[in-house]
């Protein structure tokens, strides 16, 4: 049976217990102590061994983390969100832009989608980029979250706002109330080596300040569907939970954000893939500032190319992104840019694979004409295009759903006659849908709302109103089936 290679994320798998066998996924400092640094650079020599040959084999020591774990640790955090499950009819139902109903059909076989709203909790990790609390961490960690809630190596919990969310490059910027934080010192990708030591530190399966470590395994990875980020390829052990941690080199820099994993169980298989934090770091200044990212586009498709290929366009070397196809009226239709075109660089900036092109033109402001030097019938020519604006993709920008749901977070309607009767002839409210701080506090459809602190309630206005009247929290009086109970609420 052949097997079939499938793109998720990693993260909100602490949940479920067992994973899908028989398929591919991809789940969507400071300096060391000069002690710890000898030790990283220096061979292990017996006190009376000779002075070693001049030639001979490359001997390599052991890499001690702990200075890194010990300085940068406290700057790591652990992310734990609660969002709402989508109702389904049944399997067939499209649930494509609901990342928790994806998560639940793929990797929960033995479990269904719930037919009436649920409150799911996911983690993630995330870490902190300046003192007054701004975290920098995975998009699919806090897409779509209704709570997120930050805790610190220190045990401190903060509700966090989501500034912004990017899902082209899975980067999100939220923001915590404190001030005097830990934060992380920044590094330069570009200078990472294919084989050296990196260290990752998140919270897998909830085990918060987790610390694990291997090398670079590769640069510049293209994976299907990120076409924007030239990811890190590590054989660090990233897990579920692990998404939205940093990855650090061994001058206890961030050079990455662990992002996903390639496995056939779901677990860490020896692939694991970050982004680059240059790429974050540019979209965070974005979000921070705007809460969108812009973008430039060209307007076209492009491939690597091999041996045959580069042969067969009279190129020397497979260098080079391949135009495979234009897209009509696009920047680059307007320019005269062709498929079968050959880029070669982009604004003097040489392009060695295909995924460095979308990378450069992405941060390229629109609007501004840039130089495109493109192999076309074995010549050489240089062809200016005014760069376009890419679309923003929707709900790339957070929306504050609790804001449009109330400060309870639920949809409900007066009592008919008979259900009146079900009850006893006592009047309330039947809960149709529920989002926001009534799923948080468990609140189900079906429930009926007969009172808030201590007030029965019989319309809508009336409960809009005592709810608008009220403090921080409140607590409701619900009738489910044949029991009452109280069920606090913490209000938007």
């Known amino acids: 049976m052949s097997r079939r290679i499938v793109f998720v994320r990693n993260t909100l798998a602490v949940m479920i217990a067992a994973v899908v066998g028989g398929s591919y996924v991809y789940f969507r400092g400071a300096d060391l102590p000069s002690a710890h640094a000898a030790a990283i650079n220096t061979p292990l020599v017996a006190s009376n061994a000779a002075p070693a040959a001049p030639a001979g084999p490359v001997v390599a020591a052991a890499t001690d983390f702990s200075g890194i774990v010990q300085r940068a640790g406290p700057a790591v955090v652990n992310i734990s969100v609660t969002g709402k499950a989508k109702k389904v009819a049944d399997d067939d139902d499209d649930d494509s832009d609901d990342p928790m109903a994806q998560f639940f059909k793929r990797f929960g076989p033995q479990l269904q989608m719930p037919?009436?709203?649920?409150?799911?909790?996911?983690?993630?990790?995330?870490?902190?980029?300046?003192?007054?609390?701004?975290?920098?961490?995975?998009?699919?960690?806090?897409?779509?979250?209704?709570?997120?809630?930050?805790?610190?190596?220190?045990?401190?919990?903060?509700?966090?706002?989501?500034?912004?969310?990017?899902?082209?490059?899975?980067?999100?910027?939220?923001?915590?109330?404190?001030?005097?934080l830990p934060t992380v010192q920044i590094g330069d990708p570009s200078r990472v080596l294919v084989g050296e030591p990196v260290l990752a530190i998140g919270s897998p399966y909830g085990f918060d300040n987790t610390a694990t470590a291997g090398i670079v395994s590769a640069k510049s990875r293209s994976l299907p569907d990120d076409n924007y980020v030239p990811f890190l390829?590590?054989?660090?052990?990233?897990?579920?939970?692990?998404?939205?941690?940093?990855?650090?080199?061994?001058?206890?820099?961030?050079?990455g954000i662990n992002s996903q994993i390639y496995s056939q169980t779901g677990g860490y298989q020896g692939l694991s893939f970050a982004i680059p934090i240059d790429v974050a770091m540019k979209v965070e200044q974005q979000l921070a500032q705007h809460g969108k990212v812009t973008r430039g586009r060209l307007g076209v498709s492009v491939q690597d190319l091999n041996?045959?290929?580069?042969?067969?366009?009279?190129?020397?070397?497979?260098?080079?992104?391949?135009?495979?196809?234009?897209e009509k009226g696009s920047p680059a239709d307007k320019a005269g840019l062709q498929a079968g075109d050959v880029i070669l660089s982009f604004n003097g900036h040489a392009i060695d694979h295909s995924v460095d092109l979308p990378t450069l033109v992405a941060d390229t402001a629109p609007g501004t004409s840039k130089p495109v030097e493109v192999m076309r019938g074995g010549k050489v020519r240089t062809i200016n295009v005014t760069v376009?604006?890419?679309?923003?993709?929707?709900?790339?920008?957070?929306?504050?759903?609790?804001?449009?749901?109330?400060?309870?977070?639920?949809?409900?309607?007066?009592?008919?006659?008979?259900?009146?009767k079900q009850l006893g002839g006592q009047n309330g409210l039947l809960v149709e849908d529920v989002n926001g701080p009534a799923a948080v506090a468990g609140i189900q459809s079906g429930d009926v709302i007969l009172a808030l602190n201590g007030t029965p309630v019989s319309s809508v206005e009336q409960l809009r109103k005592l709810a608008g009247q009220a403090g921080k929290s409140v607590a409701l009086l619900v009738e489910r089936g044949d029991e009452k109970i109280f069920v606090p609420l913490t209000l938007n």
């Open 115 to 180: 037919r009436q709203p649920r409150v799911m909790h996911g983690l993630g990790s995330g870490f902190i980029i300046s003192q007054d609390g701004l975290i920098l961490t995975n998009a699919h960690v806090v897409d779509g979250a209704q709570e997120v809630v930050v805790k610190l190596t220190d045990r401190r919990e903060f509700k966090a706002k989501v500034l912004g969310v990017d899902k082209q490059s899975d980067i999100a910027v939220i923001r915590i109330d404190a001030k005097n």
């Open 388 to 420: 376009g604006e890419m679309k923003q993709a929707k709900n790339d920008a957070p929306a504050n759903k609790a804001e449009n749901q109330g400060r309870l977070g639920l949809a409900v309607r007066p009592l008919d006659k008979d259900e009146q």
């Open 307 to 326: 041996q045959a290929l580069s042969e067969s366009f009279g190129l020397k070397n497979a260098q080079g992104a391949l135009v495979s196809s234009v």
């Open 233 to 255: 390829q590590t054989d660090v052990a990233v897990n579920p939970g692990n998404s939205g941690g940093p990855l650090f080199n061994l001058r206890g820099e961030v050079i």
